[in-house]
């Protein structure tokens, strides 16, 4: 049980674009997902914190309007990266728990490439 | 602000060999601990977890950690390692908050790649 997947595992996309992830729980019902960024041979960071049905919490330096996060549902989230620059590129991992205090269990990641 | 610190980028040890993963953590509050595991192309897994109790818990497969507060480590053993533990893996902090929750965010470590040689 407790299995998250992410869609799509690996994308490629002109800069200017914009880039939908999508998060999804399988087997249970999350009320609460975390985006992360993982850059090479570093850890995860923080993105944001979403809660099904309310704005998502960003962290200190990560662009809102950028980086625009949905929780419509409390098994799928989505992450889009809007007007994506090479610098966007790094592999995103997405995360759900039941609650804000439960266990998070991850997703295999995206890898997004902007060119 | 709570951040960790793993020592070791890359662990190259030999099959059924003891290994260990290093972790310190530097918080103003009290922080529950976590070891991730993430296989080549996969997401990342919960390997074990310290809450309360026991400074020593275990996992499944044969690892240990064991939380020193004095030291604010909560390193990785495994007295005896096999090729299929070849993996990154990562220590985590969460916060716990008045009353005794704990709130949702993890702070990771650098991660350590174990790479188990036959």
């Known amino acids: 049980g407790a299995v998250v997947s992410q869609h799509p595992s690996w994308v490629i996309c002109k800069s200017g674009t914009s880039v939908k992830i999508e998060c999804r729980s399988l087997?249970?019902?999350?009320?609460?997902m975390f985006w992360y960024r993982q850059f090479p041979k570093q850890s995860l960071m923080l993105m944001a914190t979403?809660?099904?049905?309310?704005?998502?919490?960003?962290e200190q330096g990560v662009e809102k309007d950028k980086f625009l996060i949905n929780h419509a549902s409390l098994t799928l989230s989505t992450l889009t990266v809007t007007s994506a620059h090479p610098e966007d590129s790094s592999f995103y991992i997405c995360?759900?728990?039941?609650?804000?205090?439960?266990?998070?269990?991850f997703g295999p990641g995206t890898r997004l490439t902007v060119l | 602000a709570q951040s960790v610190t793993q020592l070791d980028s890359q662990v190259p040890v030999f099959e059924e060999a003891p290994v260990e993963l290093r972790c310190n953590y530097s918080?103003?509050?009290?922080?529950?601990l976590f070891w991730y595991v993430q296989y080549p192309n996969q997401g990342l897994q919960l390997l074990l977890k310290?809450?309360?109790?026991?400074?020593l818990v275990e996992s499944i497969n044969g690892f240990e950690a064991e939380f020193n507060k004095s030291q604010t480590s909560f390193h990785l053993r495994k007295p005896s390692v096999h090729i299929s533990d070849t993996a990154e893996y990562f220590c985590a902090v969460r916060v716990i908050v008045a009353g005794g929750t704990s709130y949702g965010k993890l702070t990771f470590g650098q991660g350590t790649i174990l790479t188990v040689h036959p």
């Open positions: 087997d249970f019902q999350a009320t609460t």
């Open positions: 995360s759900a728990a039941k609650t804000s205090r439960d266990t998070q269990y």
């Open positions: 979403s809660n099904e049905g309310s704005k998502a919490t960003y």
């Open positions: 310290y809450l309360s109790g026991s400074t």
């Open positions: 918080s103003s509050v009290s922080v529950y």
